[in-house]
């Protein structure tokens, strides 16, 4: 299977391939969003920026984003990713891990040495794949509280 | 967090069993590689098999084989099999609202913890845990 699978930067014609992927888990239906993204990392080349699709016999079946994002609250250049997704059907083939192995390529070669992202803790499935290529918890921690009655 | 003894022996066993799942290990071949008792192994293994994770082979050349899932089992299921990972805030009843809603806002954050501590055991499968221990001894062997 995975000799047939071609990971490829994302072209304008993914579009509705993506946001398809997107909306396979619990994701909310967010067109704009993902015009923005394509915007921002397709049609212009965007340097520090990638967005990979994975591809069997011409039908996209994954895609990856991410960018290298420097110094937000004090972080020296690391690589994020943030946007993740795998047709359910394509799973537990090693699509994720050939995806998420080139994006991290792809971000060493813009110099970053740390890849680093942010999962829902709900999210199981996608906080094991993340563990399983090896990420742990970081230095960074998420806090967050409803402002609507502070 | 501090596990139970119970919790840490069975992550041992089933770890070392999941290593190579062909393989049978008797208690006693498991408690030697740990450096632990056999006879509170022999229990722990005994939950192991009512769970299905292990199962007990008998007769000569006996002993215990992993038989669960390896990519699908997670530390924390694991050791559920043993305790609940709740924080115990052991307060007493309080006299008044002050002492009420200080308790509440301790146990508040000992739900936080235990939440963090689940999101990290149940995300990682016996597949990554030994794929990283079997990282480690290599990076081992060549420091």
Known sequence: MTTQLTIRNALPSDFDAVVALDLVGDSDDKPAYWRGIFDRYVTTDQTGGFFLVAEISGEVIGFIVGEVRAWEFGSPPCGWVF???????????????????????????????????????????????????????????????????? | MKLHKASLFALYAVLELASDPERQLSATDIADSYGISTHHLAKVLRTLVRSGLVQAVRGAGGGYRFTGVTNRTTLLDVIELFETLDAELDAPSPKGQAGEAVIEELQSIAREIDDLTKAVLDTITLETALSSSRLRTRLAGQA
């Open chain 1, 83 to 150: 946007a993740l997704s795998v047709a359910p059907k394509s799973r537990e083939m090693g699509v994720g891990e050939l995806m998420f192995k080139e994006i991290c390529r792809y971000l060493k070669q813009a110099g970053v040495t740390t890849v680093r992202t942010m999962v829902d803790r709900k999210n199981k499935l996608t906080l094991s794949f993340f563990r399983s290529q090896g990420l742990r918890t970081g230095r960074y921690i998420e806090l967050e509280k409803p402002i609507d009655n502070s």
